[in-house]
């Protein structure tokens, strides 16, 4: 599927191509879903801090607005028929030499409905755990997450003092609606939330202020959309050279990959073991997901050789 961009507007054309020599960053790029842990460019063990150093220094997003009251109620718009359950996660650190035992508890509505995003999948449980790893990384920085839904990581790492903007399409008001609702649980009602369709160049992605970290849960799940995805990526990439993609996808298939996309958008990516941040197990954050699934944890950033 091809990106779908409004006239009155353009972005620069990817720097490299599909046809074109190896790229010089082939050896981290993302070859998506090798069952086995197979995957080239992998940190090493133990990495934990690989990711946060570097990031952009801060900048504070526009003020948001704060929702009206009929926008919050799951249900009151849209969702007739359809009951909202409450699940919770709590997040929390090991007693121990320098340890305190910190707690984060994040409570997200669920909802039995078509659209994938009205619930926690696997890959968000495992993201927000690499965030909660990361906490003291988060404050002050930029975040947004995209194809964000019910939005654990986002919640998350606005509890952690990140500035986020939660989004979703603009053309699925029930995900969005989701995303109000999981603010007002958390007693976020403030937090910015905005429709942004991947691929197209809209006014709210053109008014969105730098960012220092991007959040993406199972968003590549459909390979006609990893492109689309990517393109968003790169229009971000360019008010902010240094934002870092932190994403987790599923295992689903060998045979799809994002290796000759990320180097067609000039971009590379580094793949974190689980066990770096402790989500090496089938219970995280008192749930029973991920379970048995195989998740992924990589980061992807821009290419270039001076940033």
Known sequence: MSPSWLPAFSVPLPPGSCDSPPHPHASSAFPLLRPGGTAEGRVAPGAREAVPDGLA??????????????????????????????????????????????????????????????????????????????????????????????????????????????????????????????????????????????????????????????????????????EDILTTVYFLMQKNPKVQLWSTYQVRSADWSLEALLYKWDMKCVHIPLEAFDADKEDIAESALPGRHTVEMLVISFAKDNL
């Open 57 to 226: 220094a801060p900048r504070p997003p526009p003020t948001p607005a704060c929702p009206r009251p009929a926008d919050s109620p799951l249900g009151a718009r849209g969702l007739p028929g359809h009951v909202a359950r409450a699940q919770r996660f709590r997040f929390s650190e090991e007693r121990g030499p320098g340890a305190h035992g910190a707690e984060l508890e994040v409570r997200v509505p669920q909802v039995l409905h078509l659209q994938y995003g009205m619930y926690v999948w696997p890959c968000a449980v495992v993201l927000a755990q690499y965030l909660w790893f990361h906490r003291r990384s988060l404050l002050g920085k930029a975040v947004l997450e995209i194809g964000a839904g019910v939005s654990l990581p986002g919640i998350l790492a606005a509890k952690c003092g990140a500035k986020v903007i939660l989004s979703d399409s603009l053309e699925l008001p029930y995900c969005l609606e989701i995303c109000r609702q999981s603010c007002q649980m958390n007693n976020l009602p403030c937090m910015q939330v905005v429709g942004l369709t991947w691929g197209h160049i809209s006014q709210d992605l053109l008014a969105l202020p730098p960012q220092d970290i991007i959040l993406a849960s199972d968003v590549f799940f459909e390979p006609e959309d990893f």
